[in-house]
């Protein structure tokens, strides 16, 4: 009796310790995705200057400062993003082309799906900004 007590006592640590790794899981890749691959929009122009506002008090006059500020700044990292993106291209695809050289004829349609998909998510990343 004592035996089928712990045994169902171990067997519902062991579905607890299931759940809460799933849990775990579960929040930890959602964190990971905001954190490192971005969260979509949540760091836009606009909220960022309506946080800043809230948070630091900021008066209309300060707001519409801020406002100019942040679009100038914008502006520049864009310009300088645009004179360096050619130099970034070619780092991707001389990357792409040297994977190119060791995959087989078959894996070859595969890589170019994959980089296809890729090219599209970045292109939607930037039309957002």
Not at 49 to 59: F, I, M, P, W
Not at 69 to 93: E, G, M
Not at 119 to 124: G, M, N, S, T, V
Request: glycine share 6%; charged share 35%.
């Amino acid at each position: 009796m004592e035996n089928d007590q712990r045994a169902r006592k171990a067997t519902w640590l062991v579905i607890l310790v299931f759940c809460l790794g799933i849990s775990i899981g579960v929040l930890g890749t959602h964190f990971w995705g905001d954190r490192v691959w971005g969260a979509p929009d949540h760091s836009t122009h606009a909220k960022i200057v309506e946080d800043l506002t809230h948070q630091v008090g900021l008066t209309p006059d300060q707001r519409t400062q801020v406002e100019k500020i942040t679009d100038d700044t914008r502006d520049r990292l864009d310009t300088i993003y645009q004179q360096v993106r050619p130099q970034y291209d070619q780092a991707r695809q001389d990357g792409r082309n040297r994977i190119r050289a060791l995959l087989t004829p078959e894996q070859l349609p595969k890589f170019e799906e994959f980089v296809r998909k890729l090219d599209e998510e970045r292109k939607k990343r930037e039309q957002r900004r």
